[in-house]
């Protein structure tokens, strides 16, 4: 017989979570010293999930279904309708495979050479007298490395605008009020801009190079052997554009690292690919991204002595699961060398979502997320001198994304 699953007792727990926003599954399943509690958010009952076994649970497709999980603001804004993260079955798999059709070695190699090439440009460009925030510059160096890569036409006087609106899909999903509207409004306009080049490729108004994605998913045909709709073809481009856009994000927490972490900062001066790497993984293991995973129980079904009962909304604490002690070793400190020969597996490391790659809903732009991140490391510790003025490097928990307030400001920089 099931037992009684522990519970957050007490009204709507909708206003904590964004109070807390990140510690909120933290918080309660520390209280509750359990790593499954039951809750209500939004109206409706919610199941919260934290650690690599639940993470197991969560990515189970025979168990959880994504199409109706995803609030409709965060539809509107940061997905998309109709993206792949809130596919199921076979259309599930049909879109994830034109996705990883692109993250080949070849690929890698040309974004960490883009990544490079325009953070080059763009300290060439600033003013040596000007103080530039790491978090707004990335933004502007990561639209063009997307746009290149994936054959999206992008003017030189069009860049910092679109930026902004890219940007907004990935800042407004939490928000209320003025900022929500503002992405929603940034998705429209953004649907808008590529389904015209999408019309442009399939009508031959342009020609982008055969092995780009906008070119891929223009002719991609779907299960049914049907062309994509124009639309979903702009949604998934924009799949493309937002998150690797978004790593400027963690491109602030590289700089909040180095500053909170000098003695770490200094095992990088002239270090390899892997001492870059554990930086960086300990950098997207500390500080937090996107805070949870949302699914639907799809069936009846018990695990570890509780029931789960069909159509309940489930949260998967990402945030929580990279920092759970029974997967990490002193997880509350910074700590590159604790990936030194670690073993991954689809559950324990999960910043972006977990699960498998070509099947699951592993997030397909990971290994973008780790070159791009990897080579901006590199550009700053071995490629740029520069100075860090005195700033707020504080952040919030409820702030989704979390970016020191300051946005990492730097000055006096010059090549090395």
């Known amino acids: 017989m099931a037992q009684n699953m522990p ?62 999980a995803a609030p409709s603001r965060v539809e509107k804004t940061l997905f998309g309708k109709g993206a792949v993260q809130t596919l199921d079955g076979e259309q599930h798999r049909n879109r994830k495979a034109m ?17 490079l090439h325009y953070w080059q440009q763009y300290f060439e460009e600033a003013g040596s007298l000007e103080t530039v925030e790491l978090y707004e510059a990335a933004k502007v160096v990561f639209l063009q490395v997307a746009a290149k890569w994936t054959g999206v036409p992008l003017e030189e006087s069009e860049t910092e605008e679109r930026a902004a609106q890219i940007s907004d899909l990935f800042e407004s999903p939490a928000a209320l009020g003025l900022q929500h509207w ?22 031959g ?27 979903i073809v702009a949604v998934e481009i924009i799949n493309l554009l937002r998150p690797m856009t978004a790593v400027s994000v963690w491109v602030a927490m590289i700089g909040l690292a180095m500053h909170e972490f000098p003695e770490e900062r200094e095992k990088l001066t002239g270090a390899g690919e892997e001492r870059l790497e554990w930086f960086i993984q300990e950098v997207r293991r500390y500080y937090p991204f996107f805070p949870f995973a949302a699914a639907r129980t799809d069936v009846d ?13 489930t949260l998967l604490d990402l945030y ?41 809903h592993r997030c397909a732009g990971e290994f ?11 550009f700053l510790v071995n490629r740029l001198e520069y100075d860090v003025p005195e700033q707020d490097f504080s952040f919030e928990f409820n702030d989704i994304p979390a970016v020191p307030n300051d946005k990492i400001k730097i000055n006096n920089y010059r090549s090395k």
């Open 7 to 68: 519970e957050d007792a007490g009204f709507d727990r909708t206003l904590s979570v964004l109070k807390e926003g990140y510690e909120f599954i933290m918080n309660r399943s520390e209280s509750l010293n359990s790593d499954v509690f039951e809750t209500r958010i939004m109206g409706e009952k919610a199941i919260c999930l934290t650690g690599s076994e639940a993470a197991e649970l969560f990515y189970d497709d025979t168990r959880f279904r994504r199409r109706d």
């Open 99 to 115: 996705l990883m059709s692109l993250m080949d070695n070849e690929a890698m190699e040309e974004i960490e050479m883009l990544v």
């Open 182 to 203: 503002k992405g929603r409004r940034a998705r429209s306009e953004a649907n808008d801009w590529i389904e015209g080049l999408v019309e442009g490729v399939r009508t």
């Open 205 to 231: 108004a342009f020609e982008v190079d055969n092995g780009k994605a906008l070119h891929t998913f223009s002719w991609h045909r779907d299960e049914k052997g049907e062309l994509l709709d124009k639309g």
């Open 301 to 313: 079904f018990e695990w570890q002595g509780y029931h789960f009962e069909e159509g309940t909304l």
């Open 320 to 360: 929580g699961t990279n920092r759970h002690p029974a997967d990490w070793v002193h997880p509350e400190t910074f700590m590159p060398e604790r990936f030194e020969g670690w073993q991954q597996t689809p559950f324990n490391f999960i910043p972006q979502g977990g699960g498998d790659y070509d099947f699951g």
């Open 368 to 378: 973008v997320t780790i070159v791009m991140m990897r080579a901006t490391l590199d």
